[in-house]
């Protein structure tokens, strides 16, 4: 037998910045998403006789942290027998989104319907966190909060059940040589800034707001608390008591610079970044295409995408 889901990733508007205990990866804060329609992860997965085997895009391909999230699966599921994972990841590897995000999520959602366990997303969403925090978000379509909780049980994601709208998000991305720091990593050096506790505090604060904006389908407020909290969480790295560092290069800077620009001229944009130096811009489907012209005239060299509100997870069958 053989099952396979497919997952999209998402784009935290309140990020996850920081961990409170790293083993059941509790995050310090809750955080709310959108689920991107345009990029996602298909994850087959089969029973075989031998020893976990990964194939990612039709390569053989090995990675110690989806090794020890099957080895955690199995203390907490009852063991089960070895499986073949074949992954196709429709994530633009340089777009700065995390792929880890839909891998966890799909993965998770494959290996317990293999396995004939019927799991619903919140019980799914509590596995895939313990692979990658952002992946308990990718369960649900449209947005989402994964609550932090204090405990195993209480640190799960669920839909907001957001009314429909016509929100969109450019992603531009900025090539860059520079040395990356991982999510974890980064989270780990942020949390040593003098401004972490009071980060932690407007977060909760943000994240209540950015409810009431997404009841009420104002993209605007939506884009006004992302960027706040988004560019809070970037000034924590640059803080940082230990290893201070960024994600931000040049074009990084100019690309922030062509987005205040674009919102005085009344477009609506507002930019939000993750582990990397891409910015997302969350905008409206009516405005994307306007955004994406404006800067590939100012910028020839620069990748853009477009991406959508997207669904949540799904199975063949
Ligand atoms: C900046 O989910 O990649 O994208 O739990 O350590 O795997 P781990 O971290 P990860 O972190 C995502 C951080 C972020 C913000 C967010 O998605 O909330």
Known sequence: MTTTATAHTNIALIKYWGKKDPILNLPTTSS???????????TTVSQNASADELLINGQPFDSQRIHRFLDMLRDTLGDFAPLTVAS??????????????SAFAALTGAVTRELGLELDNMTLSRLARRGSGSASRSFYGHFAIWHEGHDDASSFAESLHAPDMPIALVVAEVSTAMKKVGSTEGMRRAATSPDYATWVQNSAAQLRDMQAAIQASDIEK??????????AMHDLNRTARLDPFTYFTNDTTDILTLVADMRRQGLLAFATLDAGPNVKIITTQAHAPLIVSQLQAAMPDLHLEIATSGAGIHYDD
């Open 32 to 42: 709310i998403s959108l689920t991107l329609n345009e990029f996602y992860t298909r």
């Open 88 to 101: 196709e990841n429709h994530v633009p590897t340089g777009a700065g989104l995390a792929s880890s995000a």
């Open 222 to 231: 939506i884009g006004t608390i992302a960027e706040a909290n988004a560019l």
